[in-house]
């Protein structure tokens, strides 16, 4: 967007304009704010419209607000790359909206009306924005971009859907905040209220005072937690209550399962009700506060999931030190993390993890590189066990087994007389087809059964059992015939004697959203006396969860 706009065409139409105060943009048009003396727009004169459609049809001015926009009855418009910058020039603003893909930039710190200014950007918009106001509203939606500089009394933001605010350079007395969906802020302020949910990340200067509720997995990064009340104090309390370093370092050795620790601010409670430490541990936030015998601390975790755990201990009162105690009290749901996609490899062997056959059977030598497992595993439950760091979970699923042949001119097969599964060779009456590929291919319904470990680092180690239920199975050949490059296809779709049901072990290593797991099956991949012996599957891979 910077390089555009520097490279800004000579060639221009001006277009006069009625006063206005309010710019919308919408569309994909690029534009710059420039205060002036007088309102006009200028256009570049490679400007890109669509055809028959003339620059006073993209432009009007009404009850104050200036709209750049393609009419409605356009239904499509496509141009290359991005458009050359319209330059808007006003005397001043209250409002500037932007929608789907458009952008703007202010040339010069925007020029106020009455010190209040609002930004409302939706879709992909993007601004780069020089402020200095009163008071300014912040409104962002989709995937909208907006960085600011400058200096505000208050800001009121709100971001949602995976929206981003960067205004670490815009020095604000007061923020309201509002953040949702997988939205991003940074901000410098000196103090803040509001909420943030869904997994919304907010970035604050270590001076902030804040008082910010979470929700969801949102996390909150930087600030000096909650601000000290100024109270009057009791007259059967202490004067002041300090929480020492060597208390401090026990807090922290007690609750030393959660991750990233930044403590925030460590100040004297004049009353005992008070908050006196806010720490962020990563995506979890805990709040210290005093207990009314001004003996006691208690601790209040709240998890991601809104679980709370409370962690009670003695501080230090005066000149008198007394050891600390700690315990935990866990509740909330056991989330198993297991609902996800996997992507993996696959065979089978009768040794572990090998692709080894009986002597009437190597024709079903694999290439492995090209065999290839899928597993869709739709949703998963979980139940804690005790307050302990393990659970038990299960789940549903469908999983996909494509075994491709080292050999391409061999299918499976069913023998009628026999009744047992064989691997046929091609028809020695057509040797001069050229074969392609060859694979067998069968589908499952997955019942997962398992315990798992994890701490609050999101690490996670599972191992069980898996029950797969046979939906259906086919083998598949492709070959060209001589004199002809199109391909010609074979489909069987039948059982081929596959045991209806198959019991896998399975183990799983995922850290966050990524993951590796390793099935083997417990056994045989043919009905008794239908197929090769002992024959067992197995697959490795990596998974993806949701």
């Known amino acids: 967007m910077f390089a555009l706009f520097a490279n800004f065409s000579i060639a221009q139409t001006l277009v006069p304009t009625a006063d206005f105060d309010r710019v919308s943009v919408r569309q994909s048009f690029n534009i710059i704010l420039v205060p002036s003396d007088r309102c006009e727009v200028v256009f570049p004169e490679n400007l890109q419209l669509p055809e028959d459609l003339e620059i006073k049809d993209v432009i009007s001015v009404d009850?104050?607000?200036?709209?750049?926009?393609?009419?409605?009855?356009?239904?499509?418009?496509?141009?290359?790359?991005?458009?050359?910058?319209?330059?808007?020039?006003?005397?001043?603003?209250?409002?500037?909206?932007?929608?789907?893909?458009?952008?703007?930039?202010?040339?010069?710190?925007?020029?106020?009306?009455?010190?209040?200014?609002?930004?409302?950007?939706?879709?992909?918009?993007?601004?780069?924005?020089?402020?200095?106001?009163?008071?300014?509203?912040?409104?962002?939606?989709?995937?909208?971009?907006?960085?600011?500089?400058?200096?505000?009394?208050?800001?009121?933001?709100?971001?949602?859907?995976?929206?981003?605010?960067?205004?670490?350079?815009?020095?604000?007395?007061?923020?309201?905040?509002?953040?949702?969906?997988?939205?991003?802020?940074?901000?410098?302020?000196?103090?803040?209220?509001?909420?943030?949910?869904?997994?919304?990340?907010?970035?604050?200067?270590?001076?902030?005072?804040?008082?910010?509720?979470?929700?969801?997995?949102?996390?909150?990064?930087?600030?000096?937690?909650?601000?000290?009340?100024?109270?009057?104090?009791?007259?059967?309390?202490?004067?002041?209550?300090?929480?020492?370093?060597?208390?401090?370092?026990?807090?922290?050795?007690?609750?030393?399962?959660?991750?990233d620790v930044t403590v925030g601010s460590i100040g004297a409670a004049t009353n005992a009700t008070d908050s006196i430490l806010n720490i962020i541990y990563g995506d979890e936030n805990i709040v210290i506060t005093m207990n009314p015998d001004g003996q006691n601390v208690t601790i209040t975790r709240t998890t991601p999931r809104n679980a709370t755990r409370v962690v009670t201990t003695t501080t230090t009162t005066g000149a008198r030190r007394t050891a600390i105690t700690a315990t935990t009290n866990r509740t909330g749901r056991f989330n198993p993390r297991y609902a996800g996609v996997d992507f993996g490899f696959g065979g089978f062997g009768q040794d572990f993890f090998r692709n080894t056959l009986p002597n009437d059977y190597e024709d079903m030598q694999l290439r492995l590189s090209q065999s290839f497992v899928i597993n869709l595993n739709l949703i998963d439950y979980g139940i804690r066990l005790g307050r302990s760091n393990f659970g038990i979970g299960t789940g549903l699923g469908i999983g996909w087994n494509i075994y491709r042949f080292l050999e391409h001119d061999v299918i499976p097969s069913k023998d009628r007389d026999t009744r047992m599964f064989v691997i046929d060779r091609f028809d020695p009456n057509v040797e001069d087809r050229s074969y392609r590929k060859s694979n067998l291919r069968s589908s499952w319904l997955r019942v997962p059964?398992?315990?798992?470990?994890?701490?609050?680092?999101?690490?996670?180690?599972?191992?069980?059992?898996?029950?797969?239920?046979?939906?259906?199975?086919?083998?598949?050949?492709?070959?060209?015939?001589?004199?002809?490059s199109r391909r010609q296809r074979f489909v069987n779709r039948d059982d081929f004697y596959l045991n209806g049901f198959r019991l896998d072990t399975e183990l799983r290593v995922t850290h966050r959203n990524l993951g590796f797991f390793a099935a083997y099956s417990l056994t045989d991949m043919f009905l008794n006396n239908r197929g090769p012996e002992d024959l067992r599957a197995f697959s490795f891979g990596i998974s993806f969860k949701y």
Do not use: C
Request: proline residues 3%.
């Open 63 to 259: 009850e104050g607000i200036l709209t750049i926009a393609i009419p409605a009855s356009i239904r499509s418009w496509t141009h290359r790359g991005e458009l050359p910058p319209i330059r808007i020039y006003y005397k001043s603003l209250t409002s500037l909206t932007l929608s789907g893909s458009s952008s703007a930039i202010s040339e010069q710190t925007v020029r106020i009306n009455a010190g209040t200014f609002q930004v409302n950007l939706s879709g992909s918009s993007r601004a780069v924005l020089d402020v200095t106001a009163d008071r300014m509203t912040s409104r962002l939606s989709g995937s909208s971009n907006l960085t600011l500089t400058g200096r505000i009394s208050e800001h009121n933001f709100s971001a949602s859907g995976s929206s981003t605010i960067n205004a670490e350079a815009l020095e604000v007395n007061e923020s309201r905040i509002s953040l949702s969906g997988a939205s991003n802020a940074r901000i410098n302020t000196q103090s803040a209220t509001g909420s943030v949910s869904g997994a919304s990340i907010l970035n604050l200067n270590p001076e902030a005072q804040h008082s910010v509720s979470r929700s969801g997995t949102a996390n909150i990064r930087g600030g000096s937690g909650v601000a000290t009340q100024n109270r009057t104090t009791p007259t059967n309390q202490p004067a002041e209550i300090t929480l020492s370093a060597t208390i401090l370092e026990q807090i922290s050795s007690a609750m030393a399962m959660v991750r």
């Open 449 to 484: 059964l398992f315990i798992q470990y994890q701490n609050s680092r999101r690490f996670t180690v599972s191992a069980g059992v898996v029950g797969n239920i046979r939906l259906g199975a086919s083998a598949k050949q492709v070959w060209t015939n001589p004199g002809n």
